[in-house]
């Protein structure tokens, strides 16, 4: 009699890699986007307290990219590990790695809220603040946000690592079902605290938090299931040889996720120095929407890329090469084709699509130009970002980490920092910074790619 784990082993290396893709793609991509969805609530029930409501929140963002990258970093890492794990039959080590990289998830963000409290004083105005902003009131909405979203940092990466274990394993519905119940919770809570308690930031940022835990409990509830692995305290094991392991896979997340923290924060002083100190707060508040709304588009990608992803691990770890190129083929001709399409209604609906989140002039002329200038070039991400996921979950770390760390961070810092400077009018150089860094990370892309193409071709060869 075949054990789940059997079967699980025959449908992720003998499917076809199409089909397996779409089924586990589905609930990732669903996943994806409520999560991105449920940003854009935020963003939306924020910009009814003001424009200085919305920029205090959007000075936050690098401390939730930072949160972030510590989950990715160590939920990437170790299920990577895990799927070449389970598709070289090793059960001990995933089951090791399964309970490693939870506890040290955790650790990391209970180390991340002490620090952010012991520092509170000047870090709002590392992030990004202006002294023109204090009388607006920027800084104290910013401040009243940051408390919370300290408080649920552990459980924000514990989540992450979570989500990540049970989709590597190839059960991405439990995933979906422990984000998307946060999410959807978090629409509710919003309104409920910001208008019926009458809490304003503060109230966004409790319901953050209290989401996030419901969340991460419902994902562990997940991990319970028969054929997924157990998270118990017993099978921790800080060793060099783990620990090496979840870097190999995570370091790629974490630089991506840290260099878009740091990017986040240089786009804001950027944003905020290009344009008169009375617009300061309107053009931060432009780029903050723009990119929780092409984030929406790019959590498309994302999930799509994400159910390659146990597949490329799976499939790799059990020496079946043309399988990963196959879904490497058709991952990124499918979603190049889907970013077009939204990267067209993007780009006419602009000024719409910023209007929704605040009525402020400003603010909508800001937002509409940086976000045309994004759509232009967007569909080229679907290039990167699979021959990014390739490279992680094939453990090839140099070279995943250099893609990750390319589009938000090596490339476009330099890009956002410089290109103003060269403008009589600095907010160009801003609104350029994002579209030329996503055009030279494709071309950094392809001879990536073409690189394991030939590998894989060779190694066909040498078998045939």
Not at 322 to 340: E, P, Q
Not at 350 to 375: E, K, N, P, S, Y
Not at 389 to 394: D, G, I, S, T
Not at 437 to 457: N, Q, S
Request: hydrophobic residues 50%; positive net charge.
């Amino acid at each position: 009699m075949e054990t789940a784990e059997q079967k699980k082993y025959e449908r992720m290396t003998g499917e076809p890699v199409e089909r397996l893709i779409r089924q586990l793609a589905v609930p990732t991509m669903i996943a994806m986007l409520v999560t991105a969805a449920y940003n854009i609530a935020d963003t939306y029930f924020v910009g009814t307290i003001g424009t200085e409501a919305t920029a205090g929140v959007g000075l936050i963002l690098p401390v939730m990219s930072i949160i972030q990258a510590i989950g990715f970093f160590f939920g990437q890492g170790s299920g990577n590990f895990i799927s070449r794990a389970l598709g070289a039959r090793n059960m001990e080590n995933a089951s090791k790695m399964a309970a490693t990289g939870a506890v040290c998830a955790a650790f990391f963000g209970l180390v991340l809220t002490a620090c952010g409290f012991a520092f509170n004083n000047g870090l709002l105005y590392i992030l990004g603040a202006r002294e023109g902003m204090v009388d607006a009131k920027t800084v104290g909405y910013a401040r009243d946000y940051l408390m919370f979203i300290l408080i649920g940092a552990p459980f924000m990466s514990l989540s992450c690592v979570l989500n990540n274990q049970l989709r590597f394993q190839g059960n991405a519905v439990f995933a979906m079902i422990g984000l998307v119940s946060g999410a959807v919770l978090n629409c509710g809570l919003d309104p409920l605290f910001i208008f019926g308690f009458h809490m304003e930031v503060r109230g966004a940022a409790m319901a953050t938090m209290i989401s996030q835990i419901i969340s991460c409990s419902i994902l562990y509830i997940g991990t319970l299931r028969s054929d997924n692995l157990k998270i118990k305290l017993k099978n921790f094991t800080p060793k060099l040889f783990f620990f090496k392991n979840i870097c190999v896979g995570g370091l790629p997340s974490l630089f991506r996720q840290g260099l878009t923290s740091l990017s986040t924060l240089c786009l804001n002083t950027a944003a905020g120095a290009a344009v008169a100190v009375s617009l300061a707060e309107e053009s931060i508040a432009a780029f903050s929407i723009v990119g929780k709304i092409m984030m929406l588009v790019y959590s498309a990608l994302i999930g799509f890329g994400q159910g390659f992803q146990p597949v490329c691990g799976f499939n790799y770890g059990a020496g079946k090469y043309d399988r990963v190129w196959k879904g490497w083929k058709y991952c990124s001709k499918v979603s190049a084709a889907f970013l077009l399409i939204l990267s067209a209604i993007g780009y006419i609906f602009a000024g719409d699509l910023v209007a929704i989140f605040r009525d402020d002039v400003d603010v909508i002329a800001f937002g509409t130009v940086a976000m045309r200038m994004q759509c232009i070039v967007f569909a080229l991400n679907s290039v990167t970002t699979i021959t990014n996921m390739m490279y992680q979950n094939m453990g090839r770390v140099v070279g995943a980490t250099v893609l990750a760390a390319s589009r938000q961070g090596i490339l476009f810092i330099p890009i956002v920092l410089i290109l103003p400077r060269l403008f009589e009018q600095p907010i160009w150089g801003v609104y350029l910074a994002q579209p030329l860094a996503d055009v030279f990370a494709f071309v950094l892309a392809i001879p990536f790619a073409v690189k394991v193409y030939r590998e894989f071709k060779a190694v066909s060869f040498k078998k045939s």
